[in-house]
């Protein structure tokens, strides 16, 4: 049983690297920082939390979102961009991101 959940977790990162999921604090794609650490894909249209998600769900507002775009896959939970507060978090990160990327790599500031 081990290693079916090894391997699930190496397909979850996996899957998280492919899809160019960054991780970043939850302020940066406009949630309260205690929702803690999320990790976001715009191109795969998600945002992600390790665990069960509590945090988000409680500081974040993301427990009002639909069960049916919801999936936790191993340690992570995803939550679609269908639903309008994860859509919501993805357009604050596109629009917020273009001059934190410039100043970040000026500083060679890394992230998670």
Known sequence: MWELEKQVEELVSEYIKESEAVC????????DSRSGVVYISVADDFVAVSGGGRSINYYGGFEYIDIDQIITIGHMTFYSGEASRVRDCIEYYIENTENKNNNQEEQGVETC
Do not use: C, F, H, M
């Open 24 to 31: 970043v604090s939850a302020s940066d794609i406009g949630l």
